[in-house]
Antibody, heavy 115, light 110 residues
Framework: EVQLVESGGGVVQPGGSLRLSCAAS????????MHWVRQAPGKGLEWVSL????????YYADSVKGRFTISRDNSKNSLYLQMNSLRTEDTALYYC????????WGRGTLVTVSS | QSALTQPASVSGSPGQSITISCTGT?????????VSWYQQHPGKAPKLMIY???NRPSGVSNRFSGSKSGNTASLTISGLQAEDEADYYC??????????FGTGTKVTVL
């Protein structure tokens, strides 16, 4: 089955760190760029980061640049997001999404930044 | 990286057609034919409805169509049905090789 499954979310204090994972199955993972997209409670979608299929190119939204790092392990069909120096405004449901056009989404993992 | 501008809400009666606009700049919507549209029902993940301005993925109803003029893209839903009630988001490639989403539009079927 073609799917993406996110994990790693939780509650963390401001200034803390968290690592999200996204497990891919049912397609040739390294053929596709992958994204992280987040959605704060009751708010719209916000693009967070992109990594190319070979992992050689990465891009970030200004709001997370310097704090978040996207990576992938093609041998494990997995995507990651290392989130450091977390802020309350990073509280959101984090989705991983496949390909140039976000043609496949996971169900998301919830990150709550609160003291 | 400002969000693309969409109307907060659009409504229509069953069977009618509605159009949702998505306004950006020459650095995103106007500069590239890489505009896509997503449908999101409450509590669900977004679903790709249109890519490259006007292309429909396999399985998406032909009642959904897309277009672009200048810095504004549009999504039209014809023959509106109750199941179309959802939030809709546009997205575009940008000159920085990043992506940007629209502010989102809530579609209500009256």
């Amino acid at each position: 089955e073609v799917q993406l499954v996110e994990s790693g979310g939780g509650v963390v204090q401001p200034g803390g760190s968290l690592r999200l994972s996204c497990a891919a199955s049912g397609f040739t993972f390294d053929d596709y760029a992958m994204h992280w997209v987040r959605q704060a409670p009751g708010k719209g979608l916000e693009w967070v980061s992109l990594i190319s299929g070979d992992g050689g190119s990465t891009y970030y939204a200004d709001s997370v640049k310097g704090r978040f790092t996207i990576s992938r392990d093609n041998s494990k069909n997995s995507l990651y997001l290392q989130m450091n120096s977390l802020r309350t405004e990073d509280t959101a449901l984090y989705y991983c999404a496949k390909g140039w056009y976000f043609d496949l989404w996971g169900r998301g993992t919830l990150v709550t930044v609160s003291s | 990286q400002s969000a693309l501008t969409q109307p907060a809400s659009v409504s229509g009666s069953p069977g009618q057609s509605i159009t949702i606009s998505c306004t950006g700049t020459s650095s995103d919507v106007g500069g590239y034919n890489y505009v896509s549209w997503y449908q999101q029902h409450p509590g669900k993940a977004p679903k790709l409805m249109i890519y490259e301005v006007s292309n429909r993925p396999s399985g998406v109803s032909n009642r959904f169509s897309g277009s672009k003029s200048g810095n504004t893209a549009s999504l039209t839903i014809s023959g509106l049905q109750a199941e179309d009630e959802a939030d809709y988001y546009c997205s575009s490639y940008t000159s920085s090789s990043t992506r940007v989403f629209g502010t989102g539009t809530k579609v209500t079927v009256l």
